[in-house]
């Protein structure tokens, strides 16, 4: 049974920066292309970034050259650099694999972008 645990998230101000951290537990981490995924209030979850096994990566074009997707498969870990935040960035963040599966989401980690 495969677990991730996302951390980072808090509060930041407009055009502050957060880094994202994403632990996965069990085996064939390396395998899998990563995502990250955002869920505002009121609003379907999001593929925001994904990655794959040999560091492609792609981006949807509201984050397009503030997130920087990334990954360490020997710590079993994935990011999500985020710079220049907006207000509409505010979300709960969550790592799952692209596609998604159902059972591997966790707990998120809240990200908000306020004055």
């Known amino acids: 049974q495969v677990q991730f645990v996302e951390s980072g998230g808090g509060k930041v101000q407009p055009g502050g920066s957060l880094r994202l951290s994403c632990v996965a537990s069990?085996?064939?981490?390396?395998?899998?292309?990563m995502g990250w995924y955002r869920q505002a209030p009121g609003k379907q979850r999001e593929l925001v970034a994904g990655?794959?096994?040999?560091?492609?990566?792609n981006y949807v074009d509201s984050v397009k050259g503030r997130f920087t997707i990334s990954r360490d498969n020997a710590k079993n870990t994935v990011y999500l650099q985020m710079n220049t935040l907006k207000p509409e960035d505010t979300a709960v963040y969550y790592c799952?694999?692209?596609?998604?599966?159902?059972?591997?989401w966790g707990q998120g980690t809240q990200v908000t972008v306020s004055s």
């Open positions: 990655i794959g096994s040999v560091d492609t990566t």
């Open positions: 799952n694999p692209v596609p998604s599966t159902s059972s591997y």
């Open positions: 069990g085996s064939d981490f390396r395998a899998y292309v």
